[in-house]
């Protein structure tokens, strides 16, 4: 029988403000300085890059960023889409636990944090660092958080001049764009096509090699602004004493990917590097890969511990190096709402092993759920769609455009692209009754707040906005079809 025993930290006790360093390497000078921190988030990315093995991509800043400090292998995401997931990395409590769920609130219906919640930019100040947000490039100053904020009061810099000028230490964050749609558009001979090797549950065609190949050359523009960043970093005399932590807000962003609870849309890349000279945690080690089970809630719990600040009893998030490091997860979870005009009310968890998720909203297919948004930047929603009136589509194809299950399981080991749903095989019964009394567990402790009934505002302003982004994307809507249709007649005649 497998037991699921639920790591939830929401009440931990344990973590204390200092961690068991171990010595810096001999030959290396000490650094008694309080550290600094930077977060570079990158959106909608996978770990696609060349260090995770990723052979056509070519990723050397990150990849040297990896060699010398930590990269770690089972990173999840606590939402498979920016809103809800930033939302969560910022307070390191789930998002559904602070009532702040729903992705494209309008302001005024934002909910306000719980009292005594606060930033992890809040907690940095209140510990006398500077909290910055970099808007140098590639940095966009992006927050993206879902409950109300007075965002210039979270943050005393905003450029790198002015962090290097106060001389004070620092957490700071810088998300690029880069990886977001819409991608600027391959070079010729790039990556040919012949060399991307597409997920099964994806048509194998070219349009989908094209969409893959302008998701590759985005990564390789966003590896460039990673080497950008490290130079200003070394600019301004801040790259002896800054930890940096390289990750993204969820998985990559193509249909199955961002929005759905699969690995595609929640395993994120994580990349940590100390700096050589500097002490370190014990259990970081520099070179090494980690295949520890880990939450995107952990990150943020970590970093205030690498600032010496004792994280609030209330966060979730577990620190993963030294003497106050969490016990090692069993079980990381997600959960999806409102993603713009679709109400997914979706919940998942993630062993070493296996998937489980619950759809409590249903009376759609991954493909027929997309927002206007998608219908107008996604090929492959056309292609899926087109090739499905053609008859065309496998059995792993053939799902994303059949109505969603209730539940959903999986067996990672064996089927490492999620196409095989066992939730109706007798042989995982116990598997699945385990998982589905870990999922109500996890709903009970942490307080999900998303399984209610909206307000009628809330209601009322997703449906407006619905109608208006669908007006909004509708001539390019109509137009990326033409497109997938005129390649998909171009194809057919090469092969005729």
Known sequence: MVTVRIIFIGIATYLAVSLSFAQPEPSSSHTVAPPNILWIIA????????????????????????????????????????????????????????????????????????????????????????????????????????????????????????????????????????????????????????????????????VSRRDFADYYASIERLDKEVGQILDSL??????????????????????????????????????????????VPSGYVRGEVSNELLSTLDITATTLSLLGITPPDEIQGRVIFGSNRGEPREVVFSATNRIGETNFRSRSLRTPRYRYSRHYHRDFSVNSSATAYRKANHPIYHLLNIMHEQGQLTEA?????????YEELYDIQRDPFETKNLT?????????????????????????????????????????????????????????????????????????
């Not at 004493?241 to 993204?248: A, Q």
């Not at 009628?456 to 906005?465: N, P």
């Open 43 to 206: 959106e909608d990315l996978s770990p696609d890059l060349g260090c995770y093995g990723n052979s056509i991509v070519e990723t050397p800043n990150l990849d040297e960023l990896a060699r010398r400090g930590m990269r770690f292998n089972n990173v999840f995401a606590t939402a498979p889409v920016c809103s809800p997931s930033r939302t969560a990395l910022a307070t390191g409590m789930y998002q559904t636990t602070i009532g702040a769920y729903h992705m494209r609130y309008p302001e005024n219906l934002r909910p306000a944090l719980p009292p005594g919640i606060k930033t992890i930019a809040q907690l940095s100040q209140e510990a006398s660092y500077l909290s910055a947000n970099i808007q140098d490039y590639p940095g966009k100053g992006k927050t993206d958080w879902m409950f109300r904020a007075d965002v210039d009061q979270q943050f005393d810099a905003y450029h790198w001049k002015d962090i290097a000028r106060r001389e004070q230490p620092f957490f700071a964050q810088l998300s690029t764009a880069m990886t977001h749609r819409s991608f600027a558009p391959a070079t010729p001979g790039q990556f040919p096509l012949d060399s991307i090797s597409i997920p099964p549950y994806y048509p194998d065609h070219p």
């Open 397 to 405: 194809q053939q799902n994303l455009v059949t109505t969603m299950p």
């Open 234 to 279: 070394k600019k301004y005399d801040l790259d002896k004493n800054t930890i940096i932590f390289f990750f993204s807000d969820h998985g990559r962003p193509m249909t199955r990917g961002k929005n759905y609870h699969y690995d595609s849309g929640l395993m994120v890349p994580l990349i940590l590097s100390i700096p050589q000279g500097m002490d």
């Open 424 to 496: 109706e095989k007798a042989e995982y019964k116990v598997v699945l009754d385990s998982l589905r009394g870990a999922m109500d567990e996890w709903i009970e402790e942490s307080g999900d707040q998303g399984l209610g009934t909206d307000s009628s505002a809330i209601e009322e302003s997703f449906a407006t906005y619905g109608k208006e982004s669908a007006a909004r994307y509708a001539e390019k809507t109509e137009s990326l079809h033409q497109q997938v249709q005129q390649s998909m007649a171009e194809t057919s005649e090469v092969h005729q």
